[in-house]
């Protein structure tokens, strides 16, 4: 009796030690997510309002940003992706940089709410509750990562929407009671506007559409058989109009670098035609390399990824800092080969048993999608993180919900996890004295812009460099309030009102995306669609413009007409 007694508050005693440190660890989360309201704008996300948000003010039409691949580069939006077209336009068309940036931080924290209700969803067992979310806390939480996360590009919303349709079976038995019709059309309506937006923002969503169909069927399927065909009718057409779609917007007959540099991203599915074992031998090197190349740029360093983060010279060469490096690298390889490894077994086990079909199906098909993710793409940036990892945790936390937890089991979990959130707090340690403070650096800059960060602008300092933008245009005598296809970048983009059909001067530029229209060949090009003028960072403009362009530091502007 002494003996039970003794291990009941020893066991009592270690599930109110982990409670705590859990609680620590999601406040922790976050502090850091909050403090990505300081990262400077990046240009993708600017992209985002140009392309996805402009849809209305373009006549329902896409702008792919990229005149080198078509001279009417607009492209008419799929009838399925609509209503998420309008809301694009709603959320961002007339955010400030900081509304933005307001925007995407909300966005990424009502991420982390969603992936709360899943570990409430997964686990019946109340002393689970806190651990896991811290578990999901501290891996999404690691080096630079929670930053990505905090950036407005399409990936958070397809981490925040594939995390809703896992939810969305179990959220509408509790809403919509039999009986309840209205209630049922209403989920209806929601589902198919989460559908739309999913395949609106981004072609990856494409990976990921067994995981909607699997969560319409269920969600739907013994309420109404034909709600259900409505929403797995509209699942299938937002799917195939994606790809149609994506396919359109990356065909470049015209320019075949940039042709030849956006098909590098991927494998291409034709060569499973003409050599299949190339085709399985890239496949298998993509998967395995992934993991190694997704968190090279996610660790504290000197110099990121087109300088979307300010230089921190301080972190060179300090020991801890490394060490603390090794294991962030350790930790998120390990989460993202768990993702790869363990479903497949998590899936029979779950039929062995006869756990609910619902949840064995989900995880197959966020595994199968999240494989074809990691084997299909060959290249990855500093944001392609904040898609894979979230989902990678999203996916261990499914298949912990499997097996049974007993109190053994949760003090083996205890002792495995602690090495988790050692390295987790260490890491925040060092974004709290060595980022965060970098950071704040970028509140204020001198002049127009970041400097040594072209790609990027500041969030806070919209209202002056927008007023000296503007006189800057006066003085070219460029009237750009309201004008169409005007090419803007980062920093004069937002200084005008009304801007229909711009273009990003970044993506003209000779050295990347413009390789195939070197020289008179990009002027006469412009000229061709109807471009009148340029006013952006002097960086971008090419040799030949920069010569005959209107300056004021680093802003270049220029007037463009049929004479030149």
Not at 77 to 103: N, V
Not at 290 to 301: D, R, S, V, W
Not at 303 to 327: E, F, H, K, R
Not at 409 to 425: K, R, Y
Request: proline residues 5%; charged residues 15%; positive net charge.
């Amino acid at each position: 009796m002494i003996s039970n007694s003794k291990q009941e508050t020893a066991n009592s005693n270690l599930v109110r030690w982990a409670d705590n440190l859990s609680l620590f660890v999601l406040c922790v989360w976050v502090a850091i997510i909050a403090t990505a309201i300081l990262v400077p704008l990046y240009s993708d996300e600017i992209a985002t309002k140009m392309m996805q948000a402009a849809a209305i003010t373009n006549g329902w039409k896409f702008n792919t940003l990229y005149p080198e691949c078509h001279s009417d580069f607009l492209l008419n939006i799929p009838l399925s992706m609509r209503p998420a077209a309008f809301a694009y336009e709603m959320l961002y068309a007339k955010a400030t940089p900081l509304g933005i940036r307001i925007i995407s931080v909300v966005t990424a924290l009502c991420c982390g709410a969603l992936l709360a209700l899943a570990v409430r969803w997964v686990f019946s067992h109340r002393r689970l509750y806190l651990p896991a979310m811290a578990v999901v806390a501290a891996i999404t939480g690691l080096g630079v990562l929670p930053l990505t996360l905090g950036l407005a590009r399409a990936e958070q919303w397809l981490v925040l929407l594939l995390t809703l349709f896992v939810l969305f079976p179990a959220l509408v038995e509790r809403i919509a009671r039999p009986g309840q019709r209205a209630r049922r059309l209403a989920c209806l309506i929601v589902f198919c506007f989460a559908a739309s937006f999913f395949f609106y923002s981004h072609p990856k969503a494409v990976f990921f559409f067994p995981v909607v169909i699997v969560s319409a069927c269920f969600s739907f399927r013994s309420r109404n058989i034909a709600l259900c065909t409505v929403a797995v009718v509209f699942v299938l057409a937002c799917t195939v109009q994606s790809v149609s779609f994506s396919s359109g917007a990356t065909k470049c007959e015209d320019a075949p670098i940039l042709s030849g540099l956006l098909a590098s991203q991927t494998t291409a599915l034709g060569m499973l035609a003409k050599s299949p074992t190339t085709f399985v031998h890239e496949l298998f090197t993509n998967l395995t390399s992934a993991p190694y190349a997704i968190n090279a740029y996610l660790t504290f360093q000197e110099n990121y990824q087109s300088d979307w983060l300010p230089s921190m010279n301080s972190i060179a060469g300090v020991p801890w800092i490394a060490l603390t490096n090794v294991g962030i690298k350790a930790a998120l390889a390990l989460a993202i080969w768990l993702a790869v490894l363990i479903p497949p077994i998590s899936v029979v086990v779950a039929l062995l048993r006869r756990i609910a079909g619902y949840r064995a199906a989900l995880i197959a098909t966020l595994w199968i999608g999240l494989l074809g993710h990691l084997m299909l793409y060959k290249v990855w940036t500093f944001y392609g993180g904040s898609l894979v990892v979230p989902l990678a945790a999203l996916l261990m936390l499914l298949c912990a919900g499997v097996p049974r937890w007993d109190s053994r089991c949760q003090m083996w979990a205890a002792g495995i996890l602690a090495p988790l959130f050692v390295v987790f707090l260490t890491s925040a340690l060092v974004f709290f004295t060595t980022v965060v403070p970098r950071l704040v650096t970028t509140v204020h800059p001198v002049g127009i812009g970041l400097p040594n960060q072209a790609l990027s602008i500041p969030t806070f300092k919209f209202a002056e460099q927008r007023e000296q933008v503007r006189k800057f245009a006066r003085k070219c005598g460029l009237e750009a309030d309201g004008a169409r296809r005007l090419v803007v970048d980062n920093t004069t983009y937002f200084a005008f009102d009304g801007l229909r059909e711009p273009l990003h001067l970044a993506y003209l530029n000779e050295g990347n995306y413009g390789a195939d229209f070197k020289g008179d060949r990009m002027g006469n090009l412009l000229l061709k669609i109807g471009v009148k003028g340029i006013i952006g960072q002097c960086t971008f403009l090419a040799p030949h413009f920069e010569a005959e362009a209107l300056k004021d530091g680093n802003l270049c502007c220029l007037k463009l007409d049929e004479s030149r």
